[in-house]
Structures are given as C-alpha cells and as structure tokens.
C-alpha cells in the first residue's frame, strides 16, 4: 500500500520519484458486509466539495509542517569559514506560492496533488548572528510535487 508519494523535478526535466511505503498489510476481521461496503459507505459521506475543502485544509497544515521543518534547517544550519565571517547553508520552502492541484479519482478513492518550491538557502556574515540578520541568498529552486490519498474521511501522507 502506497503511503505517500513525492516527485521532484530536478534539471533538465528528469523526474526523480520516491515512495514511503506502509507496514504491510494485516488481516482483516470478517465482517457480515460485501468488501464494496467500505468505499460506498465512504462515498456517501464525503461529497466532492467535502473532500476538496478538506484537501484545502490539509494543504495548509501540511505548508504549516514545511514552515517548521526549515525553522529546524536553520537552527541546525553547519556553519563553514567563508569570506571573512561565516557561511551557512539549509533548505528552506516557498509556502506563500504553492499549486492545490484538482483533486482526481473523486468518486473512488481520491488523490490529491500540491507543487511547491523547495529552496537552498545561503545565509553569510561576519559572525552567525550577523548572518541570521541576513537575507538569505536562494543558491538552488527545485520543484516538488507531493500526491496524497483520500483515507476514511481524511487526507493522509
């Protein structure tokens, strides 16, 4: 079972995809329904605007996780001697300019897809402090593309 999938668009339009994959599959309790009960109970709760404002909503949280992971970039940015002070690199993202794909599979078993801008960040100065007050000089822009699944009424990675 595919648990979530990234695609990122490097140079020269190679596309390099990666995969995290689920714990294999358990057995399942018998249950007195047909195996088609899941997905038809499903369908009938969640409605096609349903799902995409809360695609919408898990977009934002998952930009949210992004602005996180590059405060914890720059916390644990290595530093180098460089140019009369200190040189430091760490990856950063664009989360003001992201694209909400249109969400495909709607009526079965939805996926939903989001593209952003995955950035090198260089930061310089004489010391680190004076490098953090810097603007950070984008080095790298690399493409992504994150796809994720409509599960039992949730989006999930």
């Not at 009369?84 to 939805?110: C, H, L, M, R, S």
Request: net charge positive; with cysteine; hydrophobic share 35%.
């Amino acid at each position: 079972m595919m648990r979530g999938m990234r695609a990122v668009l490097v140079g020269f339009g190679v596309v390099v995809v990666t995969m995290a994959l689920a714990a294999p599959a358990t057995a399942k309790k018998k249950s007195s329904g047909s195996s088609a009960a899941p997905a038809a109970s499903e369908k009938q709760t969640s409605s096609p605007e349903e799902i995409k404002t809360k695609f919408k909503t898990f977009c934002d949280g998952w930009m949210e996780k992004l602005r996180e992971r590059e405060r914890n970039n720059i916390a644990h940015i290595e530093w180098k001697p460089g140019g009369g002070g200190v040189v430091g690199e760490y990856v950063g993202y664009d989360t003001q300019n992201f694209t909400v794909g249109d969400i495909t599979n709607a009526e079965t078993k939805p996926i939903g897809r989001v593209i952003y801008m995955e950035l090198k960040m260089r930061l310089s100065g004489s010391s680190q402090v004076d490098a953090l007050a810097q603007k950070p000089e984008i080095v790298e822009r690399t493409e992504v593309t994150e796809l994720f699944r409509y599960d039992r009424g949730n989006w999930v990675y």
